[in-house]
């Protein structure tokens, strides 16, 4: 199975300072078809994943344009400019390119 | 408006089996490209994907607990029902159904079930 490392576990913001997630995977997750099958999940505490990012940079629906995503091959970042209290909770990167779907193990972030 | 709720005993025992329900709304699993699949999220633990059902009726399941899990649909009731035999104590956890349209991966997630597996 392909291993998705996420880093740090843990990030302590200040309010209106920017965060930035890493997410590596063990394999290029470069599909056959061209796309990079990368996703971001926000958890809010007591709340089911929900997602922000698909294909490492396309935003969903009604997410502020605080959150962004980069990267390619194995490489990934989740950036959260001018973080709010609501973004508290743990972010989650998902790779989508090989069988079975795989979870980095998550980033807490906080409030300082 | 899509929507996914999960369903199912809170408690189970050890060697049972687990049957779970999610009921969605908002859009038809006979559609082409659709799919729903079951993660579980156990405690301190990553996410972990276990089984998915497409549209065609084609099913994946992870390969560690295949011999253990059944996916189906009932695309008239709007339901897709995870069945996981032998349960044991390390399958204690929370549940979730999840949508996938298209390529785009995983887009809608249901509330999640917590199944506790405790003699």
């Known amino acids: 199975d392909v291993v998705m490392t996420q880093s740090p576990l843990s990030l302590p913001v200040t309010l209106g300072q920017s965060a930035s997630i890493s997410c590596r995977s063990s394999?290029?997750?470069?599909?056959?078809?061209?796309?990079?099958?990368l996703t971001w999940f926000q958890q809010r505490p007591g709340q089911s994943p929900r997602r922000l990012i698909y294909?490492?940079?396309n935003r969903d629906s009604g997410v502020p344009d605080r959150f962004s995503g980069s990267g390619s091959g194995t490489d990934f970042t989740l950036k959260i400019s001018r973080v709010e209290a609501e973004d508290v909770g743990v972010y989650y990167c998902m790779q989508g390119t090989h069988w079975p779907l795989t979870f980095g193990g998550g980033t807490k972030v906080e409030i300082k | 408006q899509v929507t996914l709720r999960e369903s199912g005993p809170a408690l189970v025992k050890p060697t049972q089996t687990l049957t779970l329900t999610c009921t969605f709304s908002g859009f038809s699993l006979s559609t082409s490209e659709m799919c729903v699949s079951w993660i579980r999220q156990s405690p301190g633990k990553a996410l972990e994907w276990l089984a998915r059902?497409?549209?065609?009726?084609?099913?994946h399941y992870r390969t560690s607990l295949k011999t253990r899990l059944t996916i189906s649909k009932d695309t008239s009731k709007n339901q897709v029902v995870l069945t996981m035999t032998n349960m044991d104590p390390v399958d204690t956890g929370t549940y979730y159904c999840?949508?996938?349209?298209?390529?785009?991966?995983?887009?809608?997630w249901g509330r999640g079930t917590v199944v506790t597996v405790s003699s």
């Open positions: 059902i497409d549209w065609d009726d084609d099913k």
């Open positions: 394999q290029s997750l470069v599909y056959s078809d061209g796309d990079t099958y």
């Open positions: 294909k490492v940079s």
């Open positions: 999840a949508r996938r349209a298209g390529n785009s991966g995983l887009d809608y």
